[in-house]
């Protein structure tokens, strides 16, 4: 048991993620590692080192509050009754509570997990796929039977859908009725996977996680492929769940605690700063208000692709974007610089410009789709701006949500148009002096490049 604590305490407690959470801005802090997801924020670190003078503690704990404090974040610590330098009594002193029971933490190797488990008779066990038209029923449950060590609600915020590269979600059901549910996740590039919630002590799920987490070696995004996953990790309050998981295999190696603490004032934000959109009614509705409002017309061979609206102005691009390949013609290797400046241009007009809590969406064909609050993105220690407005291969649009104002990126023009008087007023002579001169004004063609609706158009 003290080589599977070890293992856990090196490669989970330590993990740094490869790709941070969507909307979320991850810090190191010495030993700490802390996230920010606009809402809250998590402390988590390896044990802290025996001996360590208590003062460095509780300064430890007040870097993180104040922190927290500055963006106004409530803040998640947990705690571990193995660690030799125990955190309750410096986090309780400092202000934090306890949230929660306190649960036991559970290792097993995968080859000691009870390799057969057969669901009781008249239910099935199966994988949440694409097809699965019952997620209401699912966040339900998942809610209902709840709290969870990472909920179905957590981990929507984080990867935007159920079904990311390092999920399992297996369901049990009786017939066509929905009785109980499991998610897994592999931890990163490490050996472990973890069950991160069961709506019950449903362990007839693990044989098909276990066979799964054999088979998850590349689930990251990291550069090279992860280690064999040997180890599942759990975690369980005292009840049947906790007395299930140690009949199949699992191992009490700790238990866990969970502190939490908030900054006075003011009230922290209801929403992260940028959510992904993937299967979402509010970005399928805007995808066709916008075909609907500018008549889009996606064609490789078709320009312009929308008919551009008053107060529209259309640059050619390029020259600037990292585009390479051009009906089949060779181009040369792009400027970065100028890429990056008109990217900061487009975003400096946008972020001045929308109204006081006004979100902006950004939207492409084949590209996942985002909803964003432009004044908390893009900044120092912010969220990285999601979305661009120019790209290779796909229409990007960034857009206001009643589509007064907003960009569109014609990939095979290579042309970039910018619609609203507002956005023009503040971008469009600093475009104008990147870019150079204009292609069309309100959708007229100015005289000054000559553009074309189809290749067989005829020179002038």
């Not at 992260?272 to 075909?291: E, I, Q, T």
């Amino acid at each position: 048991m003290g080589a599977l604590l070890a293992a856990y305490d090196e490669q989970v407690r330590g993990h740094v993620s490869e790709r941070a959470p969507v909307g979320a801005v991850v810090e190191r802090d010495g030993p700490v590692i802390r996230a920010h997801y606009g809402t809250h924020g998590t402390v988590r670190h390896s044990p802290l080192v025996g001996g360590t003078d208590p003062t460095e503690v509780t300064g430890l704990i007040r870097r993180q509050q104040e922190a927290f404090a500055t963006r106004c974040e409530p803040a998640e610590w947990r705690a571990y009754s193995h660690d030799p330098i125990p955190m309750d009594e410096p986090l309780r002193n400092a202000g934090f509570t306890t949230v929660g029971p306190e649960r036991t933490l559970l290792i097993a190797e995968l080859d000691d997990i009870a390799g057969s488990i057969e669901p009781a008779r008249g239910l099935r066990v199966r994988r949440l796929g694409y097809r699965y038209h019952r997620l209401r029923e699912l966040d339900r449950l998942a809610e209902a039977r709840g709290p969870h060590p990472r909920g179905l609600a957590d981990i929507r915020e984080d990867h935007g859908n159920l079904l990311n590269w390092a999920l399992n979600v297996q369901l049990l059901e009786a017939e066509t009725r929905l009785v109980g549910a499991g998610w897994a996740e592999a931890v990163g590039a490490t050996e472990f996977a973890a069950v991160r919630g069961m709506t019950g002590p449903h362990v007839e799920f693990l044989p098909h996680w276990v066979q799964w987490a054999r088979n998850s070696r590349g689930l990251h995004s990291g550069t090279g492929p992860a280690p064999e996953r040997r180890y599942f990790t759990a975690e369980a309050p005292t009840g049947p769940l906790l007395d299930a998981l140690l009949a199949v295999g699992f191992r009490a190696v700790s238990t866990v605690l969970d502190y939490t603490w908030t900054p006075a004032s003011p009230p922290p934000a209801i929403t992260r700063p940028v959510s992904m959109l993937f299967d979402d009614r509010d970005h399928d509705s805007l995808c066709d208000a916008f075909k609907a409002r500018f008549a889009f017309k996606p064609s490789t061979t078709y320009y312009p692709a929308i008919e551009e609206p008053p107060h529209s102005v259309t640059w050619h691009v390029g020259d600037v974007t990292d585009t390479r390949h051009t009906y089949g013609l060779r181009r040369d290797l792009p400027d970065d610089h100028r890429v990056a400046r008109l990217q900061d241009i487009v975003e400096r007009g946008l972020r001045a410009r929308v109204r006081p809590g006004e979100q902006l969406y950004s939207i492409s064909w084949w590209h996942q789709g985002y909803r964003f609050d432009p004044v908390r993105v893009g900044g120092t220690g912010q969220p990285t701006w999601p979305g661009a407005a120019c790209g290779e291969g796909d229409y990007y649009k960034l857009l206001t949500r009643d589509l007064r104002m907003g960009t569109f990126w014609h990939p095979w023009e290579e042309s970039l148009c910018v619609f609203g008087a507002d956005l023009l007023a503040e971008v469009e002579d600093d475009l104008t002096a990147l870019l150079g001169t204009v292609m069309r004004r309100d959708g007229r063609n100015v005289g000054n490049v000559w553009t074309y609706e189809s290749p067989t158009s005829p020179e002038p």
